[in-house]
């Protein structure tokens, strides 16, 4: 009871932070930042560590708060073409699978 009381606020921000990472616009400076995710979250498939990726966090946060504030607005407009509806549905079954 104790661990899911701790654990939940990593679960919401991991699951608005992917949110996030699915509604942010593209550009050459946040491109840095999948990259990096790429990178840190290879470390942990490849040595099948059972910790949490606490390191991730900070950077979680960032697209959670760009989630929450972009919102409903930055959502409609993604999920209105084919691709976007996609990539916001494959960033849910990958929140969930990670969490």
């Known amino acids: 009871m104790i661990a899911a ?10 699951t608005s932070g992917v949110l996030g990472l ?3 616009r593209w550009r050459r400076e946040t491109l840095l930042m999948l990259l990096f995710f ?12 059972g ?30 073409t084919r691709s976007g509806k996609m990539l916001i549905l494959l960033a849910f079954v990958g929140s969930r699978c990670s969490s």
């Open 22 to 24: 699915a509604l942010t």
């Open 38 to 49: 790429i990178g840190y979250s290879s470390t942990y498939i490849h040595s099948c560590r």
């Open 51 to 80: 910790s949490l990726p606490f390191a991730m966090v900070p950077f979680l946060a960032i697209l959670a708060a760009y989630a929450w504030t972009s919102g409903w607005i930055t959502l409609k407009e993604r999920w209105a």
């Open 5 to 14: 009381l701790f654990c939940l606020p990593f679960v919401v921000v991991s």
